[in-house]
């Protein structure tokens, strides 16, 4: 599963990267300096992009880290231009029925050089967005048999540990957490972003043992967590931050409620919810599913409140508008009778460090019960 998505993954960054430089060097054919530094550029920052997707954790860290940013970052202006220049063919299809544009050489020169300013704007608002993590507080009730008790909840998910999102950008998010002074902690997947390597390397769990939640940590599997070496190294790793990881177990917190945590669907033997809960009598239920699919698991198996990830709100424009079409809920919250949902967009993110259409955030929760 783990070899085609990254199959997949080169297949599709190759496509657009070819349709790209094809078009880029046609619309530069004119300028024979500029067409060559073109396709120049576009050949090493394809190699770096690959590069970093692929050997980043083989590499010295700080090496690992500067072919990342680069090779993401070229991704993300391959990604534009690739819209760009779609949308001037469509134009020239169009002009050669109807002649309207009696130049369009120097229009698509135009289109590129505008699009590269553009996109340079967007990049520079993008970093901003991914750097500065936005808290969303929701107010749940349980409608079980009231207990008068109030838990405070901070959830994250995404943050992909790894090269890219390192052990400094971690303490951050420690103290960003530990800030709102929860009583529970639950990460709802993806926490790890491939290889377990980089995050061993850089003593990682020093940080995490930081979070502080009396109630304890809980994690669960994403899809992510199935990419690296192996799930057993990530468990270990877990234990060793002193976090619970929840693989389609539930475990009664405090006497008084369940927290149930879904392995990923990567496992094709993963519980059904109804098997993981049926011991809960009629106590509150939290649930933690990375991928939100089939909400109406929860709903009917009377999950109070069920908190999922994986989809990031897409990211980046327009991938944002993609998720609202493949989810019934791919991003925010939402209720179905008395199951309520929260779709997290991430606090850290994969691959680009830009998010455009959407924001890094933690999410608070005040559950009453």
């Given at each position: 599963?783990?070899?085609g998505?990254?199959?997949?993954?080169?297949?599709?960054?190759?496509?657009?990267?070819?349709?790209?430089?094809l078009?880029?060097?046609?619309?530069l054919?004119s300028?024979?300096?500029l067409?060559?530094?073109?396709?120049?550029?576009?050949?090493?920052?394809t190699?770096t992009?690959?590069?970093g997707?692929?050997?980043?954790?083989?590499?010295?860290?700080?090496?690992g880290?500067?072919?990342?940013?680069?090779?993401?970052?070229f991704?993300?202006?391959?990604?534009?231009?690739?819209l760009s220049?779609?949308?001037v063919?469509?134009?020239?299809a169009?002009?050669h029925?109807?002649p309207?544009?009696?130049?369009m050489?120097?229009?698509r020169?135009?289109a590129?050089?505008i699009?590269?300013?553009?996109?340079?704007?967007?990049?520079?608002?993008?970093?901003?967005?991914?750097?500065?993590p936005v808290?969303?507080?929701?107010t749940?009730?349980?409608?079980?048999?009231?207990?008068?008790k109030?838990?405070?909840?901070?959830?994250?998910?995404?943050?992909?540990l790894?090269?890219?999102i390192d052990k400094?950008?971690?303490?951050?998010?420690?103290?960003?957490?530990?800030a709102?002074?929860p009583d529970?902690?639950?990460?709802a997947?993806?926490?790890i972003?491939r290889?377990?390597k980089?995050?061993?390397?850089?003593?990682?769990?020093?940080?995490?043992r930081?979070?502080?939640?009396?109630?304890?940590?809980?994690?669960?599997f994403?899809?992510?967590?199935?990419y690296?070496?192996?799930?057993?190294?990530?468990?270990?790793?877990?234990?060793?931050?002193?976090?619970?990881?929840?693989?389609?177990?539930?475990?009664?917190?405090?006497?008084d409620?369940?927290l149930?945590g879904?392995?990923?669907?990567?496992?094709p033997?993963?519980?059904?919810?109804?098997?993981?809960?049926?011991t809960?009598?009629?106590?509150?239920?939290?649930v933690?599913?990375?991928?939100?699919?089939?909400?109406?698991?929860?709903a009917n198996?009377?999950?109070?409140?069920?908190?999922?990830?994986?989809?990031?709100?897409g990211?980046?424009?327009?991938?944002?508008?993609?998720?609202?079409s493949?989810?019934?809920?791919?991003?925010?919250?939402l209720?179905k009778g008395?199951?309520h949902?929260?779709?997290?967009?991430?606090?850290?993110l994969?691959?680009?460090?830009?998010?455009?259409g959407?924001?890094?955030?933690m999410?608070?929760?005040n559950?009453?019960?």
């Amino acid at each position: 599963m783990k070899y085609g998505f990254f199959v997949f993954v080169f297949v599709f960054l190759l496509s657009i990267i070819a349709y790209t430089t094809l078009r880029g060097y046609q619309t530069l054919a004119s300028y024979g300096v500029l067409k060559t530094i073109y396709l120049g550029l576009m050949i090493a920052l394809t190699a770096t992009m690959f590069g970093g997707i692929f050997f980043e954790s083989m590499l010295p860290h700080s090496v690992g880290k500067v072919l990342s940013f680069v090779g993401y970052t070229f991704f993300i202006v391959a990604a534009y231009l690739f819209l760009s220049f779609l949308l001037v063919d469509i134009i020239r299809a169009v002009n050669h029925l109807m002649p309207l544009l009696p130049d369009m050489k120097m229009f698509r020169l135009w289109a590129l050089v505008i699009t590269l300013a553009i996109v340079s704007v967007l990049l520079v608002w993008g970093n901003y967005n991914f750097n500065h993590p936005v808290t969303k507080t929701l107010t749940i009730q349980s409608n079980k048999p009231p207990q008068n008790k109030e838990i405070k909840i901070v959830a994250v998910s995404d943050i992909h540990l790894g090269v890219s999102i390192d052990k400094k950008r971690l303490q951050k998010y420690v103290t960003m957490i530990n800030a709102e002074k929860p009583d529970i902690v639950l990460i709802a997947g993806d926490l790890i972003d491939r290889s377990i390597k980089p995050v061993v390397s850089q003593k990682m769990d020093e940080e995490l043992r930081m979070i502080q939640a009396p109630m304890g940590v809980y994690v669960i599997f994403g899809n992510h967590e199935y990419y690296g070496e192996g799930d057993h190294l990530i468990a270990d790793f877990y234990r060793k931050s002193n976090i619970k990881l929840l693989r389609d177990s539930c475990v009664q917190v405090n006497d008084d409620l369940y927290l149930a945590g879904r392995d990923d669907k990567h496992n094709p033997n993963r519980k059904e919810l109804k098997d993981l809960l049926s011991t809960t009598a009629n106590k509150p239920v939290i649930v933690l599913d990375h991928q939100p699919y089939h909400l109406e698991d929860a709903a009917n198996n009377n999950v109070d409140l069920q908190i999922s990830g994986h989809t990031h709100n897409g990211q980046f424009f327009p991938a944002n508008l993609v998720v609202k079409s493949m989810f019934e809920l791919g991003y925010g919250y939402l209720r179905k009778g008395n199951t309520h949902f929260y779709v997290s967009s991430g606090l850290g993110l994969w691959g680009p460090q830009y998010r455009l259409g959407s924001r890094s955030e933690m999410v608070v929760v005040n559950f009453r019960y």
